[in-house]
């Protein structure tokens, strides 16, 4: 549930979470989400992460920190996605399931789903 938005003022800009120390996917999603419109926050590790899960517009967490993230225990959200450059590998899946996330993607594979995924996002 979002707070109600004061008269007159404008309502919070949507952001993307991205949760990553991979400077090659940082780099990737930055790009990504430049071209949906949709501005990203970055948080390096799971403290950082977990203040910004719930008002994100939609959650990236890198299979870098993926099972530190779940670790934390972040509250159940929808928009939570597991992003990897390094290909889709099972393991990932238990961390996915751990993080609440709807899917595991690749990149570059999945760069078009990406960016339509954002571009609805910011919408």
Known sequence: ?????????????????????????????????????????????????????????????????????????PPARAGVHLVTRDGVRDALFRDALLLGARDVRALPEAEEWLVEMLTDAAD
């Open 1 to 73: 549930m979002t707070a109600p938005t004061p008269a007159g003022a404008a309502p919070p800009t949507p952001t993307a979470l991205l949760v990553t120390t991979d400077a090659d996917l940082h780099d990737d999603v930055h790009r990504l989400a430049a071209a949906a419109g949709l501005p990203v926050e970055v948080a390096a590790d799971p403290g950082a992460a977990l203040r910004s899960w719930v008002p994100a517009a939609v959650v990236l967490v890198g299979a870098d920190l993926a099972g530190v993230v779940a670790a934390a225990g």
